[in-house]
């Protein structure tokens, strides 16, 4: 912004910073600071996100309304996601969607999850759990490979097998069976993350530094 006489040192951040030390060396640099994708009521400085846990807890109960009752989990290993995951397998036990052990399957990729680790972990997981009738993927290219490896196996989607991705990318409306996910609109996420560093550049008060944009539901064919 050409009135805020640049250049300025700011800082935006994916997930939540968590290291204590870090948090303090942070704060007394007077840095202005943006958490993204996550949520804290106790931010090192301004946050925009979701809840992960929130999320995960709404896909188990959508899954639930629609009749599925083993479901299982097929997710990267990073710290939100595995937030998510135990958010969702809570729920799902308190629903009764856990398999005869009292578990929910969780089959765990690398990060980034890839469709490659997709297909590979329903395969997995179906060998393990061959009654599980729904999956939650930590992304919509892990739900990719899910999708597809089904198609090769010949397993009816939705029919014999509910798919859960998360993003909603461009491409997860145009998949067959068009991809049912969570939209985390990143759009309006980074709009809100810029003006709250103009306004704290500019010296104006900011009196909701943690702005919680939500998530929806984004119901398609393959649930």
């Given at each position: 912004?050409?009135?805020?006489?640049?250049?300025?040192?700011?800082?935006?951040?994916?997930?939540?910073?968590?290291?204590?030390?870090?948090?303090?060396?942070?704060?007394?640099?007077?840095?202005?600071?943006?958490?993204?994708?996550?949520?804290?009521?106790?931010?090192?400085?301004?946050?925009?996100?979701?809840?992960?846990?929130?999320?995960?807890?709404?896909?188990?109960?959508?899954?639930?309304?629609?009749?599925?009752?083993?479901?299982?989990?097929?997710?990267?290993?990073?710290?939100?996601?595995?937030?998510?995951?135990?958010?969702?397998?809570?729920?799902?036990?308190?629903?009764?969607?856990?398999?005869?052990?009292?578990?929910?399957?969780?089959?765990?990729?690398?990060?980034?999850?890839?469709?490659?680790?997709?297909?590979?972990?329903?395969?997995?997981?179906?060998?393990?759990?061959?009654?599980?009738?729904?999956?939650?993927?930590?992304?919509?290219?892990?739900?990719?490979?899910?999708?597809?490896?089904?198609?090769?196996?010949?397993i009816d989607v939705p029919g014999r097998l509910a798919v859960v991705g998360l993003g909603d990318h461009p491409f997860a409306a145009e998949?067959?069976?068009?991809?049912?996910?969570?939209?985390?609109?990143?759009?309006?996420?980074?709009?809100?993350?810029?003006?709250?560093?103009?306004?704290?550049?500019?010296?104006?008060?900011?009196?909701?530094?943690?702005?919680?944009?939500?998530?929806?539901?984004?119901?398609?064919?393959?649930?």
């Amino acid at each position: 912004h050409r009135d805020l006489h640049f250049p300025y040192t700011t800082l935006f951040r994916s997930g939540i910073m968590r290291s204590a030390q870090g948090r303090r060396r942070l704060q007394a640099s007077a840095i202005p600071l943006v958490e993204t994708w996550d949520l804290t009521p106790t931010p090192a400085d301004m946050l925009v996100g979701f809840s992960h846990e929130d999320a995960g807890q709404a896909v188990a109960e959508f899954l639930y309304q629609r009749g599925r009752r083993r479901v299982a989990v097929i997710s990267a290993s990073d710290e939100r996601a595995q937030r998510r995951n135990h958010a969702f397998a809570q729920a799902a036990m308190r629903l009764d969607m856990h398999g005869p052990d009292g578990q929910v399957p969780l089959h765990t990729i690398s990060a980034p999850g890839t469709a490659a680790n997709g297909r590979v972990a329903l395969r997995a997981l179906l060998a393990a759990h061959p009654d599980i009738d729904a999956v939650f993927c930590s992304s919509d290219m892990v739900a990719l490979g899910v999708l597809t490896e089904a198609r090769v196996l010949d397993i009816d989607v939705p029919g014999r097998l509910a798919v859960v991705g998360l993003g909603d990318h461009p491409f997860a409306a145009e998949l067959y069976p068009a991809l049912t996910t969570v939209r985390i609109d990143g759009r309006a996420m980074g709009g809100i993350a810029a003006n709250f560093l103009i306004d704290r550049i500019a010296g104006n008060h900011i009196p909701e530094v943690v702005r919680d944009i939500g998530f929806t539901i984004v119901e398609r064919d393959s649930a």
